[in-house]
T-cell receptor, first 115, second 111 residues
Framework: NAGVMQNPRHLVRRRGQEARLRCSPMKGHSHVYWYRQLPEEGLKFMVYLQKENIIDESGMPKERFSAEFPKEGPSILRIQQVVRGDSAAYFC?????????????FGDGTRLSIL | DQQVKQNSPSLSVQEGRISILNCDYTNSMFDYFLWYKKYPAEGPTFLISISSIKDKNEDGRFTVFLNKSAKHLSLHIVPSQPGDSAVYFCAANALGQNFVFGPGTRLSVLP
C-alpha cells in the first residue's frame, strides 16, 4: 500500500491524558501536513513538516500541541493533557513538493474522542 | 475570515442529471485550485485541479471551471451517479502557501 498511512484510526482518551497520532507519508513524499476537522467544518491546517524540520506551524495551538517528523519513522502529532475540545478528526497529507501546484494526498485520518 | 467559501451545505440531484458545486474565494493571490471528494470515515480523495492560467479543466465526467474575475470556481459532474454521493471540498493556495479548504458541500445523488 503506497498511500498515506495513519494510525490509529480511532483513539479514545480521558481528559488530561496524552494522544499520539502517527502518519507515514506516501512513498517518495517528503512533505507532511496535519489538518484538523471539527464536525460539520472543513479541514483546518495545523502544521507542515519536512524530515527533521517544522516548516510552518502557524495553525497549531500554542499550548499542548506539538509535531515532529524524525529522520526515521513516521510523523507524530502529539497532544498533551487533552481536553474535550480536542475531539476531532485529524488528517495527515503528503506531497512530493513544497505547497506547489500539486495535490496533497490524504490518509484516512485518526478520530480522537475525549471522554 | 473565510478565504474559501462553499455556500451550499448540501445539494440533491437526480441520477443522470448534472451536479454543479460552487466555491468562492477572496484571496486574489490564489493561483491553484482543487476539488476533493470525501466519503464518511475516509480521508479526502483528490478529484481534479485547475491552475489560474486556465479557465476550464476536464477529466471524464468531472469539469472544473474557474472565473478569476469573479473569484469563483465550480465543479460539474455529468452524468451524476449514486456513487458520487459524498462531501466535496474545494481548496486553494498560492505558491509556497498553505492550502485553504472550504467547509464542504454534501452531494446526494438520488437513484
Amino acid at each position: 500500500n503506497a498511500g498515506v498511512m495513519q494510525n490509529p484510526r480511532h483513539l479514545v482518551r480521558r481528559r488530561g491524558q496524552e494522544a499520539r497520532l502517527r502518519c507515514s507519508p506516501m512513498k517518495g513524499h517528503s512533505h507532511v501536513y496535519w489538518y484538523r476537522q471539527l464536525p460539520e467544518e472543513g479541514l483546518k491546517f495545523m502544521v507542515y513538516l519536512q524530515k527533521e524540520n517544522i516548516i510552518d506551524e502557524s495553525g497549531m495551538p500554542k499550548e499542548r500541541f506539538s509535531a515532529e517528523f524524525p529522520k526515521e519513522g513516521p510523523s507524530i502529532l502529539r497532544i498533551q493533557q487533552v481536553v474535550r475540545g480536542d475531539s476531532a478528526a485529524y488528517f495527515c497529507a503528503s506531497s512530493p513538493v513544497d505547497r506547489g501546484p500539486q495535490p496533497q494526498h490524504f490518509g484516512d485520518g485518526t478520530r480522537l474522542s475525549i471522554l | 475570515d473565510q478565504q474559501v467559501k462553499q455556500n451550499s451545505p448540501s445539494l440533491s440531484v437526480q441520477e443522470g442529471r448534472i451536479s454543479i458545486l460552487n466555491c468562492d474565494y477572496t484571496n486574489s493571490m490564489f493561483d491553484y485550485f482543487l476539488w476533493y471528494k470525501k466519503y464518511p470515515a475516509e480521508g479526502p480523495t483528490f478529484l481534479i485541479s485547475i491552475s489560474s492560467i486556465k479557465d476550464k479543466n476536464e477529466d471524464g465526467r468531472f469539469t472544473v471551471f474557474l472565473n478569476k474575475s469573479a473569484k469563483h470556481l465550480s465543479l460539474h459532474i455529468v452524468p451524476s451517479q449514486p456513487g458520487d454521493s459524498a462531501v466535496y471540498f474545494c481548496a486553494a493556495n498560492a505558491l509556497g502557501q498553505n492550502f485553504v479548504f472550504g467547509p464542504g458541500t454534501r452531494l446526494s445523488v438520488l437513484p
